[in-house]
C-alpha cells in the first residue's frame, strides 16, 4: 500500500521527519553518542533531540548501550547507537556476467547471499532465481524482523543491450532486457516495496550511507567492474540527472586504446569503458596467451605481476585521468572514491598512478583531489543495491522538506 502523500512545502511533519533522519545519520557516523552530542551534531534542542530519541527509541531503531564512563563530572550519560536489527533491507544486483542477492542489516552487515556467475539470462529467468533468493534470504530473519524489512533494492546498468561490441558479449542475450522493466515486473511479483537505481549510483549511495560518506558528503565515485560506473554525491544525495545517469564516466569519449588487443572504434573516439575495464584488462590478458575463465582467474593474473598488466593499467590511466580531470573541473569536489571488482594489488597501484596524472595535468590554480579507496569492494554493487531500502526511508535528504520522500526512486514503496 503506498504511503500517503505529503503536500508541497515545508511543514512541522515534514521537519520531525528530517530532524528523525538527521539524528539517525548522526548516529551512523559517530557510531555511538549520547543525547547532548546529538543535539550538538545535529544543532537541535535538548528537548526535541529527547522527544525524537523517545520516537527512535519506540520504533526500535535506536538502541541504548550503556553509560559513558569517561571522568565527566556529574551523572554518567547514557549512550546510544543504532539498532542492527533496527531494520533490513535486501539488494540485488545485476550484471552482464553476473546476479547477486544479498541481505543486509541497519548496520550495513551483509547477513546471508546468493551468488550466480553467469552471463546474464533472459529476464523472465533472472525473476524466477531472483523470487527465489529472496524468499530464501528473508526466511534467515524471525517473523518479527521480517516485517522490519524495508525493501528490495535493484542495481542494474542501464541500457543493458548497449555497448555490447566494448564488452564482447553476444548482443541476443541482451535485447529482451531493454524491453522489460524489471523493477516494475518484481515489485508485482513479490509484496515488498522496490528500489530501483543504476549500479553506479546505487554503490555511491552505499558509501554516502555507510561508507566514506560517513566523513564526506562530496565526492566522485568510480567503480572498476566489466565496465566502469560511476555516481556523484553532492551535500549528502546523489545526483541522479534527467535519466538517472549522472555520474556515468563510463560512456565519456577517450582517444582509441593503442594496445594491439583493442578493437578499434567506428568513428574518431571510442568511450571509456572500452579502455577503463576489467573487460579490457581480461582481453588484453587473452590477448597475450593467459585463460581467464572467471574472477579468481584474473586476480592470479594480476597477483603475479604480469607485464600485460601494467601495459593494460598504463593505457587505463591515458584514458582515465584526462576524463576524471575534465569531470573535477564541472563538479569540483575534494574527494574521488574508487573500487573494484577485484583487487590483488591492483587498486592501490591505479590509484597511485591515477594521482600522478591527475597532479601533472592539474590546471593552473587549480589542486587535485584526495583519491580514497571505496569501502566495499566487490560488494559494492550489491550492498549498494540493498542501502537502497535504507537510504531513501533514512536519509536526511533535502527533499524530504518538500515533502518529495522517495518517489522519484521508487517502484512500490511503504514508509516505516
Known sequence: MRSPHIGQGSNSVNVRRYNERLLLQALRRAGQASKADLARLANLTSTAVGSIITSLSKAKLIEFTGRRLDGQRGQPASMIRLDPRGAFGIGVRLDRTSMETVLVNFAGEVLGRRAHDTVLPHPATVLEIVLRDIHELSQLLSPEERE?????????????????????????????????????????????????????????????????????????????????????????????????????????????????????????????????????????????????????????????????????????????????????????????????????????TLMKRLRTALVATAPEARGTPELMRGTFGSDAGAIGAATLPMFFNFSPRAGILKGAGAESQEVNHVSL
Open 148 to 348: 522490519r524489512l524495508s525493501g528490495v533494492g535493484i542495481a542494474q546498468p542501464y541500457n543493458l543491450g548497449s555497448w555490447l561490441r566494448e564488452l564482447c558479449l553476444p548482443p541476443d542475450t541482451f535485447r529482451a532486457w531493454d524491453e522489460m522493466d524489471f523493477p516494475s515486473e518484481l515489485g508485482r511479483a513479490q509484496s515488498l516495496p522496490v528500489f530501483s537505481e543504476n549500479d553506479g549510483n546505487a554503490a555511491a549511495i552505499a558509501e554516502l550511507f555507510y561508507g566514506c560518506g560517513r566523513q564526506c558528503d562530496d565526492f566522485i565515485y568510480l567503480f572498476l567492474g566489466p565496465a566502469i560506473g560511476g555516481g556523484i554525491a553532492i551535500d549528502g544525495d546523489c545526483l541522479r540527472g534527467v535519466s538517472g545517469n549522472a555520474g556515468d564516466i563510463g560512456v565519456m569519449p577517450v582517444p582509441p586504446s593503442r594496445l594491439p588487443s583493442a578493437s578499434q572504434p567506428t568513428g574518431q573516439w571510442d568511450i571509456l569503458l572500452a579502455r577503463a575495464s576489467l573487460n579490457a584488462l581480461t582481453r588484453h590478458l587473452r590477448y597475450s596467451g593467459e585463460s581467464i575463465e572467471n574472477r579468481a582467474s584474473l586476480e592470479d593474473c594480476i597477483a603475479r605481476g604480469l607485464p600485460t598488466v601494467d601495459e593494460w593499467i598504463d593505457d587505463c590511466i591515458d584514458a582515465l585521468a584526462p576524463a576524471l580531470r575534465a569531470t573535477l573541473c564541472v563538479l569540483d569536489v575534494p574527494v574521488v572514491v574508487i573500487d573494484a571488482d577485484v583487487d590483488s594489488g591492483l587498486l592501490d
